[in-house]
């Protein structure tokens, strides 16, 4: 986050896969928010079949001044 406010960045944006609750944890723990969730077609890739629903999570956090 420093780093990011030193280069003048205005927000940071990450991306995780909706399943990995630990990591989703951290980062809301350390106050980003969910802003967006994304349904990956898995079908579409792998063809046909009893495939796990997949989702990426998108958070945002606005940089803050050290």
Same mark, same amino acid.
């Given at each position: 986050? %420093?780093? @990011? /406010? &030193? %280069?003048?960045?205005?927000? *940071? +944006?990450?991306?995780?896969? &909706?399943?990995? &609750?630990? @990591? =989703? =944890?951290? #980062?809301?723990?350390?106050? /980003?928010?969910? +802003?967006? %969730?994304?349904? *990956? !077609? *898995?079908?579409?890739? $792998?063809? !046909?079949?009893?495939? &796990?629903? $997949?989702? +990426?999570?998108?958070?945002?956090?606005? +940089?803050?001044? #050290?």
């Amino acid at each position: 986050e %420093k780093y @990011a /406010f &030193e %280069k003048g960045m205005k927000q *940071i +944006v990450l991306s995780t896969l &909706e399943k990995m &609750e630990l @990591a =989703r =944890r951290m #980062y809301e723990k350390y106050g /980003f928010k969910l +802003v967006h %969730k994304t349904k *990956i !077609p *898995i079908s579409d890739l $792998l063809g !046909p079949g009893d495939w &796990e629903e $997949l989702y +990426v999570v998108h958070y945002v956090k606005c +940089v803050q001044s #050290y």
